[in-house]
């Protein structure tokens, strides 16, 4: 268990270039001037080379690096009653005990065999009790189009024909008719079993999900399944690290932040350099531009690198001023003022400037 405390939890991203970015962020620099002003626990999907230089406030983990049996053994949560199970029969919850979810009387979907064939065998001793019940292989009165009821149901089929010479006739085919049925057509041939649209879908292992992070993909290739190892990984890592604030520095980042925040309740911060629609997060990557919406709505604060994307943030998303900071990446002293006074304002401290001052 890692018990030194560092004070922010840096959620970045490598630096290969990603297709539709006008620029991805350095996280390089900006450890190496944040860190000297606080202690810092870095989360990166693997390290990078040349690695970080060693400091006693600086510690940087590569996810792709961890030992799965050593380094993700997450430790009680700290907060246990910031998240529960919820309640049967929703997925996650656990079953037996009083209160628990039970399977549902048939014949309603999810009822048991036993509990099925019981509603079907008290049906039929009612229906045969009943005495308007309907006798077995009886045939209803029909009724006709115009509404009156049709001939009665002892009439004989053969009665209802039309011409009943022409369905009389034997039904076994004359010689040529049969040969004709023998040959193999177009028509006679069973119709192709349809090709599967995708390939079956096969669960990735632990292995491979967290060697996936270990790979800088191609600029163009979507970024979907790393993200969410990432979030997966670095959420069961950070429940070892001792942190007052969460400082996420780049979009795919985002997701283990809310994971993060929602388990630990500690304050999230985004830093945003560009929105999902000038990336052209519109198409086959829109699951980014939903990342974003959720993202936004749970940060407890966001940072803007621009005032372009400032006035973007206002004009989409209606964040209020107090959760909205126009701070350029360069400038680590703001990043730094901020993050501790969400700290100092978090712990209580009596000396706790005003995160946000009045306006004169």
């Not at 949560?77 to 309640?87: G, Q, S, T, V």
């Amino acid at each position: 268990m890692i018990v030194a405390p560092f004070r922010v939890l840096l959620l970045g991203w490598n630096e290969a270039p990603r297709s539709g970015e006008a620029a991805v962020p350095l996280v390089r620099p900006l450890v190496g001037r944040l860190a000297p002003l606080a202690p810092l626990a870095v989360m990166l999907p693997h390290l990078p080379a040349p690695a970080f230089a060693a400091s006693p406030d600086l510690r940087v983990t590569g996810l792709a690096e961890l030992d799965l049996t050593n380094d993700l053994n997450a430790r009680a949560n700290p907060r246990p009653a910031a998240w529960r199970h919820p309640a049967a029969p929703y997925v996650g919850a656990t079953l037996g005990g009083p209160g628990s979810y039970t399977a549902p009387a048939a014949p309603y979907q999810g009822a048991t065999p036993r509990e099925a064939a019981s509603i079907a065998t008290t049906a039929q001793v009612q229906a045969k009790s009943s005495p308007d019940a309907p006798k077995p292989n009886s045939m209803p009165a029909p009724v006709e189009a115009s509404g009156l009821p049709g001939p009665p149901p002892e009439v004989a089929a053969a009665d209802l024909l039309i011409n009943r010479d022409d369905f009389a006739r034997e039904a076994e085919p004359e010689a040529g008719e049969a040969r004709k049925l023998d040959q193999v057509s177009a028509e006679t041939l069973p119709e192709p079993e349809p090709e599967p649209t995708e390939p079956p879908r096969v669960r990735a292992t632990l292995t491979e999900a967290l060697a996936a992070l270990g790979v800088d993909l191609p600029a163009t290739t979507d970024l979907n399944f790393q993200v969410i190892q990432y979030a997966r990984f670095a959420t069961r890592r950070a429940l070892q690290e001792d942190f007052a604030v969460i400082y996420a520095v780049d979009w795919p980042t985002w997701l283990a932040g809310m994971e993060i925040r929602q388990l630990t309740g500690r304050p999230l911060v985004l830093h945003v350099h560009e929105l999902a629609q000038e990336r052209g997060a519109e198409g086959a990557s829109g699951w980014s531009l939903a990342l974003e919406r959720l993202a936004l709505r749970r940060a407890d604060l966001v940072l803007a690198a621009s005032d372009d994307v400032a006035r973007l943030l206002l004009e989409r998303y209606q964040l209020s001023p107090e959760r909205l900071r126009m701070v350029p990446l360069t400038d680590t002293a703001t990043v730094n003022t901020i993050l501790h006074q969400l700290e100092t304002r978090l712990s209580g401290h009596p000396a706790a400037a005003p995160l946000f001052p009045p306006t004169p």
